[in-house]
């Protein structure tokens, strides 16, 4: 295994190091204010973790404090939907870099209402209509959060209806990507029913040590190696996270690929969830963003860790 080869690493003194260097960046950036429940965050909050495949967990900072993980929820969903629609998903949504901000309408109406990819706001709108499609009667928010929750494998991840009220009140951008969608059908269930799945999936809440273990299947090839299970396919996990790689951080996915050389995603909450194949999962929270929505202290935290560690993809 991969992880064998990074076996000589303290990876508890790497961590710690990289919390203290961090330090003069904290309360840089501006914090998400669009919402009410994301501007209140503490500037200067800071957490990481990394789980390795192992199944050990090492953390730094306010680890164990839950954070809106935001736009890290749309790589469940999209590994969700992909195990309920199959491979025809990518007929509804594509796989490029967009290169336009996380939120942005131009290009959907020159590409005829079919997203660039899963993880600016259209695309993941589009994928958690395909859940809503094959959730019959239950309930697709909560079908969502028990992937997540079976991810962690832990029941603390939870949906912060507070964060999700927020988002329902101010998502009327959202709302038209929705609609937009819908009148080139690419949408195909009622568009308010999508919106409330999508503003519940990115209101979860979960600290950034549970968040390292909820993302660690991405690193097995599908299987939690905690417990054995299968959570997806080899084949599939791979294609999610080379979308990650390209598209994972909106219009900085380059800058984040050559500074980090890992397949990642951000949310406008702060957190990055980054995937190391066959050695680990690495997680950041750290609230201030820069021009792009991600987290800035965080993305150095990452660009550190990967150079001390040597678990550059490249
Ligand atoms: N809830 C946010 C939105 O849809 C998610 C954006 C993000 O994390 O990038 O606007």
Redo the contacts with the bound molecule.
């Keep these: 295994m991969r992880i064998d080869r990074f076996s000589h690493l303290d990876w508890q003194g790497i961590l710690s190091g990289i919390a203290q260097d961090v330090e003069p960046h904290l309360g840089q950036g501006r914090v998400?204010d669009?919402?009410p429940a994301l501007a209140e965050q503490d500037p200067r909050a800071f957490a990481m973790a990394f789980t390795s495949l192992r199944g050990e967990t090492y953390a730094v900072g306010q680890s164990d404090r839950p954070f809106s993980i935001?736009?890290?929820s749309k790589v469940f969903t999209l590994v969700l939907a992909l195990q309920l629609e199959g491979e025809g998903l990518w007929s509804r949504v594509g796989r490029e870099p967009s290169g336009t901000p996380?939120?942005s309408i131009v290009q959907l109406e020159r590409e005829k209402g079919r997203p660039r990819n899963p993880f600016i706001?259209a695309g993941?709108i589009a994928v958690t209509d395909s859940v809503v499609g094959h959730c019959g009667s239950a309930s697709p928010a909560q079908t969502i959060l028990s992937f997540v929750r079976r991810c962690a494998g832990s029941d603390a991840p939870a949906i912060d209806e507070r964060v999700a009220a927020s988002?329902r009140d101010y998502?009327d951008?959202?709302r038209a990507l929705g609609y937009f969608m819908k009148s080139f059908g690419v949408v195909k269930n009622a568009v308010p029913d999508v919106l409330d799945t999508?503003?519940s999936q990115?209101?979860i809440a979960m600290s950034a040590a549970e968040l390292s273990r909820a993302g660690l299947f991405l690193a097995g090839g599908g299987n939690d190696p905690r417990t054995g299970e299968a959570i997806s396919d080899h084949e599939r996990v791979d294609r999610v996270n080379a979308t990650m790689m390209l598209c994972g951080h909106?219009d900085m996915s380059g800058d984040f690929a050559f500074r980090v050389g890992l397949a990642g995603k951000?949310?406008?909450?702060g957190g990055i969830l980054a995937v190391i194949p066959e050695v680990g999962c690495v997680t950041v929270w750290s609230p201030g963003l820069n021009a792009a929505?991600n987290s800035l202290a965080g993305t150095l935290a990452l660009e550190w860790f990967s150079e001390r560690t040597g678990v550059n993809l490249f």
């Design positions: 998400a669009y919402i935001q736009s890290i996380f939120n706001n993941a988002e998502g951008r959202n999508y503003f990115c209101a909106y951000s949310g406008v909450g929505g």
